[in-house]
Antibody, heavy 121, light 110 residues
Framework: EVQLVQSGAEVKKPGESLKISCQPY????????IGWVRQTPGKGPEWLGV????????RYNPSFQGQVTISADKSIRTALLQWRRLKASDTAIYYC??????????????WGQGTMVTVSS | QSVLTQPPSASGTPGESVTISCSGS????????VHWYRQFPGTAPELLIH???QRSSGVSDRFSASKSGTSASLTISGLRSEDEADYYC???????????FGGGTKLTVL
């Protein structure tokens, strides 16, 4: 079964760092774009960026560039989303999702279950 | 505040058809494919329609979509109680240089 499995919920303090992961199953990790989307309760999703694990080509939403880092480690078949200094406003559910084709702007057909990140002092 | 406008709510009775609109501009809907997602409470979004009108694998043919100019729409025919969910349109925006999501439409089946 094709699926994406994300790491578990995190509770952090402002200023702390964090890395969350997204692990693919059932398909060739290197050959599909992986996007990251965040969602706060009661609001629509926001697109953070996308990465092609095959060559680590990465595109960011300009609003989030410099705020988060998207990466992929082919050796452990894992996509990562990380923060150096968290803010309370980073509190959200973060989803990874697989691009349906080889184009970075295409739709996402497989989604992870989401990782809840809570940042609070 | 999204650059895409969706009605916050829509409703219909079982068996009816409902259409959800998504209004944007030339830089997003006018120039790029529109994708549609459905989201049930507490779960991840799921892809219904990609590239304006292509149903995702396994999606019922009760779901159809179209695009004209700077607007797109999703139609659900033969409405069922299990269609109650939030629906989002999501094209790329050339000016903003990122994927944009509509504000979402909460569908209620009366």
């Amino acid at each position: 079964e094709v699926q994406l499995v994300q790491s578990g919920a995190e509770v952090k303090k402002p200023g702390e760092s964090l890395k969350i992961s997204c692990q693919p199953y059932g398909y060739d990790f290197s050959n599909y774009w992986i996007g990251w989307v965040r969602q706060t309760p009661g609001k629509g999703p926001e697109w953070l960026g996308v990465i092609y694990p095959g060559d680590s080509d990465t595109r960011y939403n300009p609003s989030f560039q410099g705020q988060v880092t998207i990466s992929a480690d082919k050796s452990i078949r894992t996509a990562l989303l990380q923060w150096r200094r968290l803010k309370a406003s980073d509190t959200a559910i973060y989803y990874c999702a697989r691009g349906i084709s080889g184009h970075p702007l295409d739709a996402y057909d497989i989604w992870g279950q989401g990782t809840m990140v809570t940042v609070s002092s | 505040q999204s650059v895409l406008t969706q009605p916050p709510s829509a409703s219909g009775t079982p068996g009816e058809s409902v259409t959800i609109s998504c209004s944007g501009s030339y830089s997003n809907i006018g120039s790029n494919f529109v994708h549609w997602y459905r989201q049930f409470p507490g779960t991840a979004p799921e892809l219904l329609i990609h590239k304006n009108n292509q149903r995702s694998s396994g999606v019922s043919d009760r779901f159809s979509a179209s695009k004209s100019g700077t607007s797109a729409s999703l139609t659900i025919s033969g409405l069922r109680s299990e269609d109650e969910a939030d629906y989002y349109c999501a094209p790329w925006d050339d000016s903003l240089r990122h994927v944009v999501f509509g504000g979402g439409t909460k569908l209620t089946v009366l």
